[in-house]
């Protein structure tokens, strides 16, 4: 591609909090860095995929107290127990632990616990079936891709389902990140078109349209890459992506007009 140099732009997960994964996003991207963080952040993870019981769980000494009465406890703790029976439970019980030192980015007890206590490997082998098992998979995914270990990122983040719409595209677009930076990019752009394709919206579909557009880049499919600037540019033409999209689309026809 001749006097394109975009590609070069690619970087590298870091080590800090920041999410590591919105490459494509400058001008504006500093607004689509923090959505990413917050639908990373692990408060919001759990809630968004474990529930209203991981809240009750978390937060009963404050519901006891509100109730008051003994004999309203009573049936507030029988309720709880309840709640808390089962390997679902006892799996978002663990996980509680993990999601601390996600917060505060302790990779290595992230992954492997701290004493006694599991790290995400361990509950999503012990728990498998729930949906703390897949929640832990999905932290194994992100700490593995923030280490560089993007196998293990994939061969988690693929083990992660979820019926909620942000995660389930988050989850592949961290897939397809995985996959390009081990530069197989054919599957990158299977997976970053999962991410797209996944309920289109006008808050993340713009930056995963931009990541799409620069794995055709480093595939020299320069009428690919124009094409997705072009349907960034037609269906989201308020985003932040937009005056990128326009720019480095104006580099590949320039570039094409030169040969």
Same mark, same amino acid.
């Given at each position: 591609?001749?006097?394109?140099?975009?590609?070069?732009?690619?970087?590298?997960?870091?080590?800090?909090?920041?999410?590591?994964q919105?490459?494509?996003?400058?001008?504006?991207?500093?607004? /689509?860095?923090?959505?990413?963080?917050?639908?990373?952040?692990?408060?919001?993870?759990?809630?968004?995929?474990?529930?209203?019981? /991981?809240?009750?769980?978390? +937060?009963?000494?404050?519901?006891?107290?509100?109730?008051?009465?003994?004999?309203?406890?009573?049936?507030?703790?029988?309720?709880? /127990?309840? %709640? +808390?029976?089962?390997?679902?439970?006892?799996?978002?019980?663990?996980?509680?632990?993990?999601?601390?030192?996600?917060?505060?980015?302790s990779?290595?007890r992230?992954?492997?616990?701290?004493?006694? %206590?599991?790290?995400?490997?361990?509950?999503?082998?012990?728990?498998?079936?729930?949906?703390?098992g897949?929640?832990?998979?999905?932290y194994?995914?992100?700490?593995?891709?923030?280490?560089?270990?993007?196998?293990?990122? %994939?061969?988690?983040?693929?083990?992660?389902?979820?019926?909620?719409w942000?995660?389930?595209?988050?989850? +592949?677009?961290?897939i397809?990140?995985?996959?390009?930076?081990?530069?197989?990019?054919?599957?990158?752009?299977?997976?970053?078109?999962?991410?797209?394709?996944?309920?289109?919206?006008?808050?993340?579909?713009?930056?995963?349209?931009?990541?799409?557009?620069?794995?055709?880049?480093?595939?020299?499919?320069?009428?690919?890459?124009?094409?997705?600037?072009?349907?960034?540019?037609?269906?989201?033409?308020?985003?932040?992506?937009?005056?990128?999209?326009?720019?480095?689309?104006?580099?590949?026809?320039?570039?094409? +007009?030169?040969?």
């Open positions: 591609m001749a006097g394109n140099k975009r590609p070069n732009r690619k970087s590298k997960p870091s080590k800090g909090k920041k999410n590591p919105a490459q494509g996003t400058t001008g504006g991207g500093d607004t /689509t860095t923090q959505i990413f963080e917050n639908l990373e952040d692990a408060e919001t993870l759990q809630e968004r995929i474990l529930g209203t019981e /991981t809240f009750i769980k978390r +937060n009963r000494r404050l519901i006891m107290i509100a109730l008051g009465l003994v004999v309203v406890l009573v049936a507030g703790y029988a309720i709880i /127990t309840s %709640i +808390n029976s089962g390997k679902e439970s006892e799996a978002q019980e663990e996980l509680l632990f993990t999601q601390r030192y996600f917060e505060v980015d990779l290595n992230v992954l492997n616990g701290y004493g006694t %206590i599991p790290g995400a490997k361990a509950i999503s082998s012990d728990y498998s079936g729930t949906k703390a897949k929640l832990a998979k999905f194994a995914g992100v700490v593995y891709l923030k280490q560089g270990k993007f196998q293990e990122a %994939i061969d988690n983040l693929k083990g992660f389902s979820t019926s909620d942000l995660i389930q595209a988050r989850a +592949n677009v961290l397809g990140d995985a996959y390009q930076e081990l530069k197989q990019y054919d599957q990158a752009v299977l997976y970053y078109k999962k991410a797209i394709d996944h309920k289109p919206n006008k808050f993340f579909t713009p930056p995963y349209l931009m990541k799409l557009a620069l794995v055709y880049e480093l595939q020299n499919n320069v009428d690919a890459a124009i094409a997705t600037y072009d349907r960034l540019l037609a269906d989201y033409p308020s985003a932040s992506d937009a005056n990128n999209a326009k720019k480095y689309k104006g580099k590949l026809l320039a570039g094409k +007009n030169q040969k």
